[in-house]
């Protein structure tokens, strides 16, 4: 009865969240057509089923200009999400013959024609990943329409953006922000401070600098982008929603988790009530709001949304046999492992990897984390039967122990393919999603060796003979420890703050167990003991850096 009341309550709010939250939003921002973003979400291991990179088409009205947007995947921490929502347009954009000056001359449209190729080109050389080539393309644009339009015209200014989504996504901050800025500037010399397409450009700016964690400047960009779109679209506007969620996360992070949550209600609202509540973006936003209300303890919000997503998914695509189904299943299986409702969560997991084994190859890292999942899920249940029957307790722990082998299995496998990159290979989307995919079985392989590692403690506790698990247990943790050194020379793998802290945890469980059980002579338990304080202040550090 009071998970239905606070089920009521809570879609209530998401159906009737007032515009902005109760303080002065009227002077919040600006908007536009134009922005770029892209989502993932890494955290329990659940995965994106559309990872590909976008680019989205704005079109100047009144002026015959195309802005390109590239959408990156940039790298943000688990819980922070972007998405794109810009809508293609159609004709409009089509550039005709020759257009007057205002000395009267004409300019011939050779330049035109090669600003378009060289657009064209740039975007289909970043679609396949190959950067370099793009960046020549978007480059010669900018000079064509320096040379063919002159230094202050929009179509300057669309080249500008183009190669500053470009750098972002190269990272290459310092030569993106000033292009940013140059394509705002000439925007609001030709159309003013409050034309749409300055709020599309200043959206850009503040997707730009979100990445990069400046989220006060991050937030003036989107709260100035914000008050242009609502003028200008309107409060019921998908593109209007699109900032409203961006400025939510930037709120969050700042920490106002009562206006965030406010502004993406109110986001999710926009999206429901124009007809797109099965959307991916309307999906990906509760999918963030879950996450923040897990984060706060709030277990029982959390579940509402996850359940929904659930069920909007298992309608709108094909039951079972989409991925999205068992991605969104086993997103709702782990927050009800995390409240104890171990054995619904038992059910949901082991129907994912049923549907995985049919979806996915039988070595795909999926079917490892999925079997990670369903067996730290089954040590938890040994715990809770080890009192009523220890041999129980014992088979539940079995079960977990082929799971984890298999989950090392595969994870290892996948680590070992995905790390030994082509020689001489150019820096790519390809590459960037080949360094996404080692991190993700690095992750798998530490996590579930250190928690073979722990399953075999736990049988120490339960069997009076512990000789023979402590061995398992010290070669299983060692192991762990040997892999974070093997890939070591990996940076991208050894420096993530995410591997760190599983090794971390793998150092402390060994040196548990060489103090508590073991005989270990003290030199090598102080060697330990240095490692882990060792960790400990890079984590520190790496911390204190990031904020």
Same mark, same amino acid.
């Given at each position: 009865m009071?998970f239905?009341?606070a089920?009521?309550n809570?879609f ?9 939250? =109760?303080?002065?939003?009227? !002077? ?13 979400n890494f ?7 559309? %990872?590909?990179?976008a680019? @989205? ?19 943000l921490?688990e819980?922070v999400s ?19 000056i205002?000395?009267?001359?004409v300019i ?22 190959k950067?370099e ?10 000079? #064509? ?6 230094e202050?015209?929009p179509?300057?200014?669309?080249? %500008? ?8 996504v ?6 993106? #922000?000033?292009l940013?800025? #140059?394509?705002?500037d ?11 397409r300055?709020?599309?450009a200043?959206?850009?700016l503040? @997707?730009?600098?979100?990445v ?9 960009c989107?709260?100035? !982008?914000?008050?242009?779109? $609502? $003028?200008?679209?309107g409060?019921?506007?998908?593109? /209007? ?5 961006h ?15 406010d ?9 429901e009530d ?7 973006? %309307?999906?990906?936003?509760l ?12 277990f ?10 659930l ?9 079972w046999k989409?991925?999205?189904t ?8 782990l927050?009800? @492992? ?5 054995? &619904?969560a038992? *059910?949901?997991?082991?129907? %994912? ?25 089954k ?9 009523m029957?220890s041999? @129980? ?33 150019e820096? =790519?989307?390809?590459?960037k ?12 392989l530490l996590?579930?060796?250190?928690a073979?590692?722990?399953? &075999? ?7 009076e003979?512990?000789?023979e ?6 070669a299983?943790?060692r192991q762990?420890i040997? *892999? /974070? ?7 991208y ?10 090794y971390?945890?793998c ?11 073991m ?7 102080e060697?330990?003991n240095?490692?882990?304080? $060792?960790?400990?202040? #890079?984590?520190?550090?790496?911390? $204190?850096?990031?904020h």
């Amino acid at each position: 009865m009071l998970f239905r009341q606070a089920a009521a309550n809570l879609f209530k709010r998401l159906r009737n969240s007032a515009p902005f939250p =109760t303080k002065n939003w009227s !002077s919040m921002l600006n908007a536009g057509e134009l922005r770029f973003s892209g989502q993932r979400n890494f955290g329990g291991h659940t995965w994106s089923s559309n %990872c590909r990179q976008a680019f @989205q088409w704005v079109f100047l009205p009144g002026q015959t200009v195309i802005i390109l947007g590239i959408s990156s995947v940039p790298a943000l921490a688990e819980d922070v999400s972007v998405e794109s929502s810009s809508k293609n347009a159609t004709t409009e954009a089509e550039i005709t013959g020759l257009r007057e000056i205002e000395d009267g001359s004409v300019i011939s449209n050779v330049h035109t024609s090669k600003w378009r190729v060289f657009t064209d080109n740039g975007r289909d050389y970043f679609i396949q990943g190959k950067l370099e080539q793009a960046e020549r393309f978007f480059l010669s644009a900018i000079q #064509e329409a320096k040379e063919g339009f002159g230094e202050r015209d929009p179509h300057v200014a669309a080249a %500008c953006n183009n190669l500053a989504e470009l750098y972002r996504v190269k990272k290459a901050f310092d030569k993106a #922000e000033p292009l940013y800025v #140059e394509a705002i500037d000439i925007l609001e010399e030709c159309f003013g401070r409050d034309d749409i397409r300055v709020g599309a450009a200043l959206h850009n700016l503040g @997707q730009f600098y979100l990445v990069q964690r400046k989220l006060e400047k991050a937030r003036v960009c989107y709260e100035r !982008s914000l008050k242009i779109k $609502r $003028r200008v679209l309107g409060e019921a506007h998908p593109d /209007y929603a699109d900032t409203i969620y961006h400025l939510g996360t930037v709120l969050y992070l700042q920490g106002k988790e009562k206006d965030s949550e406010d502004l993406i209600l109110d986001s999710i609202r926009i999206l429901e009530d124009g007809g797109q509540g099965e959307s991916i973006l %309307c999906i990906r936003r509760l999918q963030y709001l879950a996450q923040i209300y897990t984060k706060a303890n709030r277990f029982t919000d959390a579940e509402i949304l996850l359940r929904k997503i659930l069920h909007i998914v298992e309608l709108s695509k094909q039951g079972w046999k989409s991925l999205d189904t068992v991605v969104a299943a086993e997103r709702l299986a782990l927050s009800l @492992q995390s409240v104890g409702q171990l054995r &619904e969560a038992a *059910v949901l997991l082991q129907r %994912c990897l049923d549907a995985r084994k049919v979806l996915l190859p039988e070595e795909h890292i999926q079917n490892a984390a999925n079997m990670l999942h369903i067996a730290r899920l089954k040590v938890l249940n040994s715990s809770q039967l080890r009192k009523m029957n220890s041999s @129980q307790a014992m088979n539940e722990l079995d079960l977990a122990k082929d799971l984890l082998g298999n989950s090392i299995r595969i994870a290892r496998k996948v680590l070992i393919r995905r790390v030994k990159p082509k020689e001489n290979e150019e820096f =790519t989307i390809v590459s960037k999603k080949a360094e996404k995919d080692g991190h993700v079985a690095m992750m798998i392989l530490l996590q579930s060796l250190n928690a073979l590692g722990m399953l &075999e403690m736990t049988k120490m506790e339960i069997q009076e003979s512990r000789e023979e698990h402590q061995f398992e247990a010290d070669a299983a943790l060692r192991q762990c420890i040997s *892999v /974070y050194k093997e890939f070591g020379s990996v940076k991208y793998l050894s420096d993530h703050p995410e591997v760190k802290a599983e090794y971390l945890s793998c150092l402390r469980h060994l040196s548990n167990l060489m103090s508590s059980y073991m005989k270990t002579n003290r030199s090598s338990l102080e060697e330990m003991n240095e490692e882990i304080q $060792r960790i400990e202040v #890079e984590i520190s550090r790496n911390r $204190r850096r990031e904020h």
